[in-house]
């Protein structure tokens, strides 16, 4: 490694170095074990207290649990629950007026006493908007206005001086988590819908359906067994996927045509007159619209380029590898 060009001596690996780090590690997996043990009833009327909310779930928090906030309210709203981090400072200045009576408020708080976050809680309840809290202290101002209470274990800070928020963000965030993919599991929230709301990026493109790539209707290269091979590459040529599909009266797919048939072929007499079917190569590969995209990928992986689509054993599409790769399939 180098700094504005300067060689960096590698540090030697230390117990020095490595102890405080494995400290912290520890402290917070024991504090994540806590706080497993201690979800009861109380996570249960949390859960569908927030899966009636018809609105959305207004997260909050300042400082380090303002980032947490953040966080979950991002991880609901990719998982099927739509919910909005809202800052405590902005919402005592008009960013109340995001909050309606048909939301929920999330509010991370671990001594329950957070001063900036009273105007929500007060909102909360002039409005009687359900409200919910992440808390140490049951018996906080926050914990007593709350409806449900989701406490966290009394755990120390994995900071030596038990002060910098660590160990108790680690369980706010996983705490989230929890909720998020309770709620998830709660509305059945298939991949479909995780697709959805993930179009971008490597995640939206691993979800993608062989539906979403297929070629279908007048763009389809097909023809009929008895179609003699002269209108055969016609279509080939027309269609430019370089193969065509053989299909019978029932629009079932009976063979294919590939671009390597008719250079295997090319030296048989009469080729142009020849029927389809005494070219076509049988019972070639398909797959279904609802496959994902990867699946057609992995299923081309050699000379294949297309994919004929089938559902009901008739022909519904055609998937080309350059599309799939195209559209960052892999």
Do not use: W
């Not at 809680?121 to 409005?127: I, T």
């Amino acid at each position: 490694m180098t700094a504005r060009g300067v060689p960096i001596a590698r540090q030697p690996h230390s117990p020095d170095n490595l102890a405080p780090a494995r400290r912290v590690i520890d402290a917070e997996v024991l504090a994540l074990r806590e706080l497993s043990r201690g979800l009861d009833d109380r996570f249960a009327a949390a859960i569908a207290l927030l899966e009636q909310v018809k609105g959305r779930v207004i997260v909050a928090g300042m400082g380090k649990g303002g980032h947490v906030a953040r966080k979950i309210a991002a991880t609901m709203a990719s998982t099927g629950t739509p919910a909005q981090f809202v800052h405590p400072g902005e919402a005592s200045h008009g960013d109340l007026g995001m909050v309606t009576a048909e939301d929920a408020i999330l509010l991370l708080s671990k001594s329950g006493e957070t001063r900036e976050l009273h105007d929500m809680v007060a909102y909360a309840k002039r409005f009687s908007i359900p409200l919910v809290a992440i808390t140490a202290r049951t018996d906080s101002a926050l914990g007593r206005a709350a409806d449900v209470v989701l406490e966290l274990p009394d755990v120390a800070e994995a900071c030596p001086m038990g002060l910098a928020p660590t160990t108790s963000t680690t369980m706010m965030l996983a705490l989230g988590d929890a909720i998020a993919v309770t709620l998830l599991e709660r509305k059945d929230f298939s991949a479909d819908n995780f697709r959805v709301l993930h179009p971008g990026g490597k995640l939206g493109s691993a979800l993608l359906r062989v539906s979403d790539l297929m070629r279908e209707g007048d763009e389809l290269p097909l023809c009929a067994p008895d179609a003699p091979m002269s209108r055969v590459i016609l279509v080939m040529s027309e269609k430019n996927f370089g193969c065509a599909g053989i299909v019978d009266d029932q629009n079932r797919l009976i063979g294919i045509i590939t671009d390597g048939d008719l250079r295997r072929h090319m030296g048989d007499d009469n080729l142009l007159k020849q029927p389809a079917r005494a070219v076509m190569t049988p019972n070639p590969r398909t797959i279904r619209p609802q496959a994902l995209a990867a699946e057609a990928v992995a299923q081309m992986a050699g000379r294949i380029t297309n994919l004929f689509v089938v559902e009901s054993e008739r022909v519904a599409g055609i998937v080309r590898l350059h599309d799939c790769l195209q559209a960052g399939v892999v």
